[in-house]
């Protein structure tokens, strides 16, 4: 999959609209969906604790209503730190290995573009949550909805875009660095870390959307 994520990224810079065939844009559709779905930011947000707890709970009602009572020993390990501690391991690891037919199902309905940043004074920030949300209508942003499109930057200068439905593969060239810097406010606005080729965008961006990011530490220079 990385392979092909790189051949598509050299295609772009070197101006060639590539044509994915039906396995590729399956691959890309995994490749998307999986990097949404395994950062930790996504994952704390969807996974709290308390969420966790309610549904042990709510397990063990269920169990207790149709077979029996917990012992006093069984109850007890049910609370128990290091007990815990694994419950929400598993429930994470199974989270992370359980592919949604539904969300797939998604993403291949939508139209697929690759953006490719032409400014050289301009990139893509990374941040700990990469896949971010674009448009949406009276806060609608599901995916596949309308104008809502779902930005995945997979280098400096790249970004995968899954938009509304429709079936083509399209590319785009942006020089814009104003457009560039909305993209990357959005980016950094849902993430808790955010790096970028330049010590001033990503100080510029922490002071704009979140005070409380980690402060750049290279020194650097860039106006994307």
């Given at each position: 999959m990385a392979g092909l994520v790189k051949d598509i990224c050299?295609?772009?810079?070197?101006?060639?609209?590539?044509?994915?065939?039906?396995?590729?844009?399956?691959?890309v559709d995994l490749f998307s969906y999986m990097q949404w779905k395994r950062v930790p930011d996504r994952i704390n947000a969807t996974m709290h604790d308390d969420t966790l707890r309610a549904i042990v709970d709510d397990s063990i009602l269920e169990f207790?209503?149709?077979?029996?009572?917990l012992s006093d020993a069984e109850r007890a390990e049910s609370s128990d730190p290091a007990v815990w501690r694994r419950v929400r391991q598993n429930a994470r690891?199974?989270?992370?290995?359980?592919?949604?037919?539904?969300?797939?199902?998604?993403?291949?309905?939508?139209?697929?573009?690759?953006?490719?940043?032409?400014?050289?004074?301009?990139?893509?920030?990374?941040?700990?949550?990469?896949?971010?949300?674009?448009?949406?209508?009276?806060?609608?942003?599901?995916?596949?909805?309308?104008?809502?499109?779902?930005?995945?930057?997979?280098?400096?200068?790249?970004?995968?875009?899954h938009g509304p439905r429709n079936s083509r593969t399209s590319y785009a060239e942006v020089n814009d660095s104003l457009r560039i810097r909305k993209w990357n406010a959005v980016a950094a606005s849902g993430s808790k870390m955010i790096a970028s080729k330049a010590k001033a965008l990503t100080a510029s961006l922490i002071g704009s959307v979140a005070t409380d990011l980690p402060q750049p530490?290279?020194?650097?220079?860039s106006d994307g």
């Open positions: 050299d295609d772009a810079r070197k101006g060639k609209r590539r044509s994915l065939s039906a396995d590729e844009r399956s691959l207790e209503k149709t077979y029996r009572p690891t199974n989270a992370l290995a359980n592919i949604s037919k539904t969300v797939m199902g998604e993403f291949a309905k939508c139209a697929f573009m690759i953006v490719r940043i032409t400014n050289p004074r301009c990139a893509f920030v990374i941040s700990s949550n990469p896949v971010f949300r674009l448009g949406g209508i009276d806060g609608d942003t599901r995916l596949g909805h309308q104008n809502v499109e779902l930005w995945l930057p997979v280098a400096s200068d790249i970004a995968f875009v530490t290279k020194k650097q220079a």
